[in-house]
Each structure stands twice: as structure tokens, then as C-alpha cells.
């Protein structure tokens, strides 16, 4: 399924901050490892990749209900076994 989606001036300053590119965002909500339902309107994207030498947990919030989809803020973490 091809969906479209939109940052939020409030993910792409998160992602900014936490050295999280363009990139890896859009190739996570092309093809994440995981589509967890969060919520009424809510689904997080995520997959794990390889930043600065080190494996991170990429977690990718969308609110599900606006057209195009709406990315609301891109986190990484360190603590995979908390979330995978």
C-alpha cells in the first residue's frame, strides 16, 4: 500500500536534534520492521538502524486519521529489547 505522509514542524525539528535524517525516515515508513497500533488515530513505525556506528531503535509516530498521514515525532533509542 502506497500512503503519502507529512512531517510536522515538531518531527522535523526532533529529528534535527536527534541526528535522525530525511532518509531513514522515509525509508522506515516505506518498509519498517514493525506497524504497532497506538491508539485511536495513532500507529508507530519502526525498525532498527545503524547511526554512527551504532544500532538504534527508530521509532516513527503518525497520527493515521489526516490525509496525507501526519508525522508527529521521530525518536531513537538505544534500549531495543524495551520496544522489539
Known amino acids: 500500500m502506497n500512503r503519502s505522509f507529512e512531517l510536522s514542524r515538531h518531527a522535523i525539528e526532533q529529528m534535527s536534534l536527534r541526528g535522525i535524517s530525511l532518509e531513514v525516515v522515509n525509508t522506515i515508513l516505506e518498509n519498517p520492521d514493525k506497524i504497532i497500533p497506538d491508539g485511536i ?39 531495543l529489547s524495551k520496544y522489539v
Open 41 to 79: 488515530g495513532q500507529v508507530i513505525y519502526q525498525s532498527t538502524v545503524l547511526l554512527s556506528g551504532k544500532n538504534y531503535l527508530v521509532r516513527i509516530f503518525v497520527n493515521s486519521e489526516k490525509t496525507p498521514n501526519l508525522v508527529k515525532t521521530v525518536y531513537r533509542t538505544s534500549k
